[in-house]
C-alpha cells in the first residue's frame, strides 16, 4: 500500500506501518488503562478477599470525614476493640447499613450510642453488639457514586462495554501484526511459485 492510502479492514496497515513511537504510546496507553481497570476491580471487589468490605456512603452524616458518594472500606471489629469517639459500621435494621462515631461505650448492656459527625444529635435508638460490621479502614472520594452507577443499568451496559473495547484494544495490534505476518508470508509464496 503506497504512503497515503487508507488501510483496508483486512489489513491491519494501520497498526503495523505506525511509527515505533505511536505504536509505543498506543501500547503503554493500553496497559495503563488495563492497570486502572485492575485497580478499579480491586477496590470495588477485590479488598473483599483480605476482609475488608466496601460501602458507598449515601448520607452526608458523617461529612467531612467520609463525604458523599465516597466509598468506605470497613474491617470486620470486637466491640471489645471499639471505643469512644471511633467510627463504626453497623445494621440499622434489615439490609440498612450506617456508619456513625460511637460517643458512649455501655459494656454492661452492650451497646453503643452513635451520632454522625453532621448530625446536631444522636441516633435516636442504640447500636446492639450484634448489629456491629465494623471500623471504617479508609475512605475513597467519589468511587462510591461510581459503584453505585456501574451497579444499574444502563452504567452496568456501559462498563460492560467499555471493558469489552478494551480487550479488543488490548489484543488487536497482535492479532493485526499476526494478519500482517501471514500475508507476508502468501505474498513470498506466491513470488517464490511464480
Known amino acids: 500500500m503506497a504512503d497515503g492510502q ?3 479492514f483486512t489489513g491491519g496497515v494501520w497498526y503495523t506501518d505506525m511509527n515505533p513511537t505511536l505504536k509505543k504510546i498506543w501500547n503503554l496507553a493500553a496497559w495503563l488503562l488495563v492497570a486502572a481497570v485492575v485497580v478499579l476491580a480491586i477496590l470495588l471487589a477485590g479488598v473483599r478477599v483480605v476482609g475488608i468490605t466496601p460501602y458507598a456512603v449515601l448520607s452526608g452524616s458523617m461529612e467531612p470525614v467520609y463525604p458523599v458518594g465516597s466509598m468506605i472500606y470497613v474491617k470486620a471489629a ?4 471499639v471505643e469512644v469517639g471511633d467510627p463504626i459500621t453497623f ?3 434489615e439490609g440498612l447499613v450506617a456508619t456513625h462515631r460511637v460517643i458512649e461505650v455501655n459494656r454492661e448492656e452492650q451497646y453503643f450510642r452513635t451520632k454522625g459527625d453532621a448530625n446536631n444529635a444522636e441516633d435516636g435508638s442504640p ?3 450484634a448489629n456491629l460490621i465494623g471500623k471504617p479502614m479508609f475512605c ?3 468511587l462510591g457514586n461510581l ?3 456501574i451497579s444499574q443499568p444502563p452504567g452496568t451496559y456501559i462498563a460492560i462495554c467499555c471493558a469489552l473495547c478494551l480487550l479488543v484494544l488490548m489484543f488487536l495490534p497482535d492479532v ?3 494478519a500482517d505476518a501471514a500475508d507476508k508470508k ?3 509464496k506466491r513470488e517464490k511459485s511464480e
Do not use: I, N, R
Open 78 to 81: 470486637q466491640p471489645q476493640e
Open 147 to 149: 459503584s453505585h452507577w
Open 176 to 178: 493485526l501484526d499476526a
Open 127 to 129: 447500636v446492639l453488639y
Open 91 to 93: 445494621y440499622l435494621d
Open 186 to 188: 502468501a505474498a513470498e
Open 6 to 8: 487508507c488501510a483496508d
Open 140 to 142: 475513597v472520594p467519589q
